[in-house]
Nanobody, 124 residues
Framework: QVQLVEFGGGLVQAGDSLRLSCAASGRTLSRYTLGWFRQAPGKEREFVGAIIWSSGYTYDADSVKGRFTISRDYAKSTVYLQMNSLKPEDAAVYYC?????????????????WGQGTQVTVSP
């Protein structure tokens, strides 16, 4: 079992930056992929990006490419989502997820563990 807890959501203005954190516990992450998803009201859960823990390889969705960056702190078992140049359409509940395979995953149903989510609100 992997437990995931997200931190860092909040209310910001368009153009601002925000950094989300996801602290993992319960298992070593050496063979995991950590992903970020988001879900706005009335919409499906959307892939934002992912990082393969062992290699540090990252992949971002086109909708956030160049604005969002995923990174990890190996010692703290924490993955980060740095969000810059935020837009109102980025507003959503952001979820951290873990898949017990060190391969890139972009579908929500491929992830085994989920955090509780953190709300990001972006005002125009």
């Amino acid at each position: 079992q992997v437990q995931l807890v997200e931190f860092g959501g909040g209310l910001v203005q368009a153009g601002d930056s925000l950094r989300l954190s996801c602290a993992a516990s319960g298992r070593t992450l050496s063979r995991y992929t950590l992903g970020w998803f988001r879900q706005a009201p009335g919409k499906e859960r959307e892939f934002v990006g992912a990082i393969i823990w062992s290699s540090g390889y990252t992949y971002d969705a086109d909708s956030v490419k160049g604005r969002f960056t995923i990174s990890r702190d190996y010692a703290k078992s924490t993955v980060y989502l740095q969000m810059n140049s935020l837009k109102p359409e980025d507003a959503a509940v952001y979820y951290c997820a873990a898949d017990s395979n060190p391969v890139l995953r972009i579908r929500a149903d491929e992830y085994d563990y989920w955090g509780q989510g953190t709300q990001v609100t972006v005002s125009p």
